[in-house]
Nanobody, 129 residues
Framework: QVQLVESGGGSVQAGGSLRLSCAVS????????LGWFRQAPGKEREGVARIYTFTGNPYYDDAAKARFTISRDNAKRTIYLQMNSLKPEDTAMYYC??????????????????????WGQGTQVTVSS
């Protein structure tokens, strides 16, 4: 059983930065696809970024491109989401999720929300204008 605990959310003004962390415990960590998703009130959950733990290859969805960076620290079994130039439309609950153990990084690149079996409780990010 994989457990994920997010931290680092908060309230910032537009243009500010936050770094989210997700500590992963239990289960297999190596060769796993880990990701960040978000859900704003009244909207569907959307993907933000994914990372393949073995190689560190990052994959970004439109919500993250050019402003967010996903990274990992395998020794700490932790992934991060550095968010810069935040906008009010980034306001959402951010979730960390663990997907399958893949044999290659490309599968992580193609992974969708439905592929992720384990989810954290989420951390709230609020960006004011």
């Amino acid at each position: 059983q994989v457990q994920l605990v997010e931290s680092g959310g908060g309230s910032v003004q537009a243009g500010g930065s936050l770094r989210l962390s997700c500590a992963v415990s239990g289960g297999t960590y190596s060769y796993r696809c880990l990701g960040w998703f978000r859900q704003a009130p009244g909207k569907e959950r959307e993907g933000v970024a994914r990372i393949y733990t073995f190689t560190g290859n990052p994959y970004y969805d439109d919500a993250a491109k050019a402003r967010f960076t996903i990274s990992r620290d395998n020794a700490k079994r932790t992934i991060y989401l550095q968010m810069n130039s935040l906008k009010p439309e980034d306001t959402a609950m951010y979730y960390c999720a663990a997907g399958p153990v893949y044999g290659g990084t490309s599968q992580c690149g193609r992974a969708k929300s439905a592929d992720f079996d384990y989810w954290g409780q989420g951390t709230q990010v609020t960006v004011s204008s």
